[in-house]
């Protein structure tokens, strides 16, 4: 498979400031972030809450300005000139976490699945209509003359994400990024939507961003994995072996804060080896060093990904088993 979006060490940095203080830090929403994606591919980035992951997915579509890196789609860096932007937001889709927040509550669900087909030309109203029609038939929302005359609020919170997911289809997209698709679904909803979204991806050969703190479900819709810790990658590779023979602190301990659906697990103490510290905020070297069991004094100089085997790396001084 060829390379379809190739992103070079990007940066984006930002200056926060506390509340009646003259003091201030820099947060490095995403320090030096590298990796590939290709065609037909499914790329996870994967980390907790506030590692970056959003900040990614928004630096790609232009949404926000990067303070340096390269985004590279099908062999053309994407500056801010308009023929580029129209072209990286016209194959490169957003599903976002909250349906009801990424959605117009005042537009019908018709208008809300044509939008984007409005705003890049595409075809007349006949033929946007027809689209909209074979999109909603695509995840599975019917009848679809009758859905396109819904409001939002008529629809329950899965069907609503089955909507923001046919939006992004209208266009045809080469890649979707995926920020937290199923997290503010019912458990039960959750395995039907990462059903529907494996099936299209696989029919139309469309490569995923995948942006998730669930590596649960990572695993079952996942082929390659990122795993970020505030804004760094600290382990990549298949996704198979990074969660199978995790090489990484970090990556261990998001394994072991996994519930397992075992009985016997009730009776069992689940250690996470993770030390909780204080502050994390204000490292030198390793940033993971502050909450790192295996940390050694070598980890006062910031570790580079290190090849593991074959395409599977990670950040860290320490061989882990």
Do not use: W
């Amino acid at each position: 498979m060829s390379e379809i979006l190739k992103i070079e060490h990007l940066k984006k940095y930002y200056v926060k400031k506390k509340m009646f203080s003259s003091k201030s830090s820099i947060v490095k929403a995403a320090d030096d972030v590298t990796f590939s994606i290709k065609k037909g591919e499914v790329f996870v980035l994967a980390g907790e809450s506030g590692s970056g992951k959003t900040t990614i997915a928004k630096l790609i579509l232009k949404s926000i300005q990067a303070d340096s890196g390269k985004i590279i789609f099908e062999d053309q860096e994407i500056d801010n000139q308009k023929k580029n932007l129209e072209k990286i937001r016209m194959n490169c889709q957003m599903i976002h976490q909250d349906p009801y927040d990424s959605i117009n509550p005042r537009m019908k669900i018709g208008d809300i699945v044509s939008e984007p087909l409005e705003i890049h030309n595409a075809g007349n109203k006949q033929q946007r209509m027809k689209r909209v029609i074979e999109v909603l038939q695509e995840v599975k929302l019917e009848p679809a003359e009758e859905i396109i005359k819904k409001y939002p609020h008529m629809l329950s919170g899965g069907q609503r994400q089955r909507v923001v997911l046919a939006r992004a289809l209208a266009l045809k997209p080469k890649i979707i990024l995926a920020d937290e698709p199923v997290s503010m679904l019912d458990v039960s909803i959750r395995a039907e939507m990462l059903e529907l979204m494996k099936e299209l991806q696989t029919k139309y050969n469309i490569s995923f961003i995948y942006i998730t703190h669930d590596l649960a479900t990572a695993k079952y819709f996942g082929q390659r994995i990122a795993i970020l810790y505030l804004g760094k990658i600290v382990e990549t590779g298949p996704i198979n072996q990074v969660l199978e023979n995790p090489k990484h602190p970090y990556t261990q301990a998001l394994i072991d804060a996994i519930s397992e659906p075992d009985p016997e697990n009730l009776h069992k103490e689940k250690r996470i080896r993770i030390k909780e510290a204080q502050e994390t905020g204000n490292f030198k070297g390793c940033r993971f060093k502050a909450r790192c069991l295996y940390a050694i004094e070598k980890c006062s100089v910031e570790p580079e990904l290190q090849k593991v085997n074959q395409e599977h790396y990670s950040a860290c001084y320490v061989k882990l088993d």
